[in-house]
């Protein structure tokens, strides 16, 4: 009876053994699923982060790219303004800022390529500002060149000036002295009373004895008046400041310091620098009144010479 038991217990523990074993192994499956699955996790999980990372770092690299390309266009705005001003050529900046302007306008997200490319373009920008930055200082220099040479010329040309307008000054003194000094003078100025028989008295005289008035002088000796043409005139002015004329005896108007005034006489002649001697002779037709009367020489609109005389 006590075999027959054993017996029992050692048939029912046999399947016990097998469930234990295969749960076991479901087990063993189960946590290998869940180290495979976790793995799994973790490396997707790593990916996520690293693809993350590669964005942000894109994304950065992307920003301070257009970042450094606005700073360029700020600098190509500012090497044009100044070319422009100093005259120079701004064709090529220009397309490089309009080229700028169009990569800014996209605004799309680039991959590692594009940024690349724009790296390039960068490093381009730089290169072509570079080389403006040298055209710039080249043009300095040349305006500055140009600014030194100009005032050069302005100094000489106002030296010049001061030098002409001296010499024009001179010119004009020496002008004017030459024009005094060959002006002409009437000397040994005499006048006579000449009565109806011929006969000559000097001043004073009568009106009686004056049928008409004799007028003697020599033009002095002169070496820088040219010879020359020129109206001698002779007026007569009396007691009241009025000319002796008669304009159907010769008498007539000329110019003087810019008025039209009478005289009484006038001769042309040749001047010839001879001392030669001129005679007036003027016929009033009526009587002279008492007073003192004042003779005046004239040419070329200056006084060659006065004289009075007086009648009783």
């Known amino acids: 009876m006590t075999e027959n038991k054993t017996n029992k217990e050692n048939h029912s523990a046999a399947p016990q053994k097998k469930t ?56 190509l705005e500012d ?19 309009a080229d700028i302007e ?37 043009l300095k220099s040349l305006n500055d060149e140009l600014l030194n040479e100009n005032t050069s010329l302005k100094t000489e040309k106002n030296q010049l000036s001061d030098s002409i307008n001296r010499i024009k000054q001179s010119s004009e003194k020496l ?30 005289f009568k009106s009686r004895h004056i049928d008409k008035l004799k007028v003697m002088f020599n033009i002095a000796e002169n ?13 007569i002015i009396d007691q009241n400041n009025q000319v002796i004329f008669d304009v159907a005896k010769g008498s007539g108007t000329f110019m003087i310091d810019g008025k039209e005034v009478f005289f009484t006489a006038s001769q042309e002649i040749l001047f010839d620098n001879t001392k030669q001697q001129l005679t007036f002779e003027y016929q009033k037709g009526s009587e002279w009144e008492e007073g003192i009367y004042t003779m005046e020489v004239y040419t070329d609109d200056y006084k060659m010479g006065t004289k009075q005389f007086e009648v009783k």
């Open 20 to 75: 234990n074993k295969k749960t076991a192994i479901v087990v063993a499956i189960l946590a290998v699923i869940i180290i495979l699955q976790g793995v799994k996790i973790y490396l997707d999980h790593q990916e996520s982060v690293a693809r993350e990372t590669e964005l942000t770092d894109t994304e950065e690299e992307l920003a301070s790219t257009m970042q450094k390309l606005s700073d360029i266009k700020s600098e």
């Open 102 to 138: 169009n990569e800014l306008a996209r605004q799309q997200r680039a991959n590692r390529s594009t940024i690349r490319n724009l790296s390039d373009k960068v490093g381009g920008y730089k290169e072509l500002l570079k080389q403006k930055d040298e055209e710039i200082a080249h």
């Open 175 to 204: 002008a004017d002295k030459v024009a005094v000094a060959s002006q002409l003078k009437a000397e040994n100025i005499t006048i006579y009373a000449v009565n109806s028989r011929g006969k000559e008295r000097d001043s004073p």
């Open 79 to 97: 090497k044009i303004a100044q070319i422009q001003e100093l005259g120079g050529n701004v064709d090529e900046l220009e397309k490089a800022k």
């Open 223 to 235: 070496k820088v008046a040219p010879i020359e043409g020129k109206d001698i005139i002779v007026r």
